[in-house]
């Protein structure tokens, strides 16, 4: 039995008469907005309540901004449909006391065809080993052979007209007929006719059907010995869209409706849901449980199921016990080969049917009479509550603010236990992995610990949870354990250490080198030494044209993908600026361990690639990087954004590759990832947001002083994505006019999209390590139109912490920046500060600052004033 919740009983139920309907028209979502919903469930830990204005010194309370839950018993906050015959939904919400009673007669037996009729179509599919191995055949005969497991599924997907005729041995008097489909896509639009003798007659029509079970009622009864069904549409679904019909009744059967009771949890969440029921009839009753992190994905249906890739239900099934059950939905079978489930969910909405498969029979049958007690999810990420905090974030923008904090529980939803029984199932399994803590990349999809993905979500984990800092670890050197004799290192467990990534072990390089650089774990360094010095000086070279530059094609890499699996060839931007990052970093890794010669050959090696990727990449009429020597012109945000980054960019071509992208890729919902659509397979490059490659971005945008512009593109981006369903947390895409871009496939809690936070923690509040486990570091805020920020950054020696703000002194402005350093440490601080040097008046610690005097060495560069060799302890500079 799930203990209670510790949360504030103050829910927002929605009861049984508002119906499926306000389901699928979004009322609810627009009455209460996703946003202040999760503000008054019993999970939320805080109120999110707004410090626009407020100083600094009135929100030391930052603990109230944090989004997980208070404890791993979660549970769901209001009720937002309900179908069916269900008594007394809301009781769901409240363990013990009332029961939720869902009630379903058996179902009368479906008519037949006379013996002898045949079934002809315009097309059917060849039989197959189905989605899970098995024989399976899509001939016409299954539509009536009053089987409704088997179906005819047509030939090719989206050709329409598909035709399916009858042909009974002897007249028959239909009132109509029912078509029975499958819930993998249904039939749109169809008409049916029947046979006079001597021409085919209309007799029913459909249009915008999305039900399973359709009466087409005749306008009066009809005699005859054929009748003809044409589909012109067909849901599109993940297997494509086909026409599938499993059976076509001779006579009106009307549907009973499933009883079923849909609940919202408020906001993403993922672990192993759990049912209390409390008592069932005597029939095995079954239910289905499909889950999916948005309204528009809500069907009978989950939006993802891992068994979605061997053919499964799409739902989890559970066969009640009449003396009830506390069950807790886990992966396998509940009865030899029948009642299967997926176990462990990533979700905000979950829909509960009184049904069951009709395979899944006896052992459980889809009517009858459940009674549930309580519903809850065991949460398995990271339990982010404020005490667990190593690292926080305030400022005087509250949209800033809020999505700090939703990256933050984004990145808790990843943070997990590796489990085969949870991970994704294409060959992602691992012993080397299986019960380790590690960073997926998806609480839904895909569950495998990427280390793309670990660039970004390794540096949201460091500055908020520096206990879990493991989980990065233990992917970075599990990826270099298997790295492939040739030096090439596996992005991901993901198909037995396979899958061929071109610019993934570039990702290692970065992801390591940051790992030592927040934690301090040189010793991880000196082990995988060997794998760094194979990848760069091996694999690398292998890939490198006579230009210098890395070439997609070289050494049988034409196959290889990267982070979108794209299709791009040749010289590419983006792989090279990355190589450029990675080598400077390796030859920071090289310093740290006393290798002074690795690292002076990594740095004139990307002196190098640098000089040939301004030499060959760079398209001064457009004053932007090439995506691709290949094919069209075309520019990309990856490309672009990382040569600022990756110091590829001199000032001049670093503000027009910017310039570029603001007026070529600007969306509502963020910058897209290219500027046109030349991209081969790709139609929507210029309309498809990543937050992935929006991180680099916004860190070039900060850091060329364009800090104003930052912040614009972060309220497109990650406003975009807290205001719209799910809410809170970042997706994996945004797709055209602001959609999921893969649908409800697209992944809406994903570790590689919390850049933001890293972006204001390291660039806006200017917080950042520059030697390993911030032995150095450095404070350098890029306020903006942002008048305040304070917040704490974790390190090995203590925490680091950091407050400004802007203001006014006798008419002029001034800045005040407060450090405390940790014992051990030493670092350079800035400060925004005139141009001109006699203008600049500044004090540290209360003493005047004079440019280029001993011991701190004040100069002003970029905008700002900077003094070296701060020491441990609390430091104030003014600026005046």
Known sequence: MPEPDDGPRRRTLIKAGFATAAVAGLPLIGQEPAAAAFASGAETAVGGAAVQGAGPAATSDWHRHVV??????????????????????????????????????????????????????????????????????????????????????????????????????????????????????????????????????????????????????????????????????????PRGQFTRVNELWPGLVEPIVPPSVTLDFGKVVVGYPRVRFAWASANHPGVRLAFSETVAGLSDRSDFSRSDFSGGAGTDQFAVPARGADWTDTAGYQSGQQVHADGLRGFRYLKITLDALPADAPAALPYGTVAVDNVAIAFTGYLGTPQSYGGWFLCSDADLTRYWYAAAYTNELVTDTFRATDCDPRGAASPTLEGRLVLQDGAKRDRDPYVGDIAVSGRTLYLTHPDAAVAARNVLADLADHQRSDGWIPPASLGGYTLPLFDYPLWWVTASWDYVLYTGDVGYAAHYYPNLLAVLDSWYPSVTDADGLLSKGLNNTGGYGDYAFLPRSGQVAYYNTLYVQALN???????????????????????????????????????????????????????????????????????????????????????????????????????????FTSYPELVARFQSGLADSAIDQIKRTYGWMYDHDPGITAWEGIGPGGTPYEGTYTSMAHGWSTGVLPALTNQLLGAAPTGPGFATWAVRPRPGAVTWARGQVPTPRGPLRVQWESGQRRGAPTFTLRVTAPRGTSGQIAAPAPANPAAVRATLDGHPVAIGAAPHHARLTGGALLLDDIGAGEHELLIH
């Not at 361990?593 to 990307?606: V, Y």
């Open 68 to 237: 997980g839950p208070r404890s791993r018993n979660v549970s769901p906050v209001r009720v937002i449909a309900t179908a069916g015959d269900v008594r007394d939904p809301v009781a769901l919400l409240e363990p013990g006391g009332a029961v939720t009673v869902l009630t379903r007669p058996q179902p009368p037996v479906p008519p037949a065809w006379p013996a002898g009729t045949v079934a002809t179509a315009s097309s059917y599919h060849d039989p197959n080993g189905g989605n899970n191995g098995t024989y399976t055949t899509y001939y016409p005969s299954n539509a009536i052979d009053g089987d409704p497991t088997t179906f005819w599924n047509d030939a090719n997907p989206a050709t329409y007209p598909a035709v399916l005729t009858i042909t009974s041995p002897t007249p028959v008097t239909l009132p109509g007929v029912t078509l029975l489909s499958n819930s993998d896509g249904v039939p749109v639009d169809f008409t049916v006719e029947t046979w006079d003798g001597a021409a085919w007659q209309p007799a029913g029509s459909v249009t915008g059907n999305s039900a399973i079970q359709v009466p087409v009622a005749f306008a009066a009864p009809v005699t005859t010995t054929q009748v003809r069904l044409t589909v012109t549409l067909d849901q599109d679904t």
């Open 585 to 691: 970093d390796a030859a920071g890794i090289a310093t740290t361990l006393g290798k002074p010669a690795d690292a002076q050959r990594w740095s004139q090696r990307a002196t190098a690639v640098a000089a040939a990727v301004n030499a060959h990449l760079w398209d001064s009429a457009a004053g932007a990087y090439l995506d691709s020597a290949d094919g069209p012109a075309r520019h990309a945000q990856d490309g672009n954004a990382m040569a600022v980054t990756a110091g590829v960019a001199d000032p001049a071509r670093a503000a027009a590759a910017l310039a570029y992208l603001a007026s070529s890729t600007r969306q509502a919902y963020g910058n897209a990832f290219m500027d046109n659509e030349t991209l081969p397979g790709v139609s929507d490059a210029s309309q498809r947001v990543y937050a």
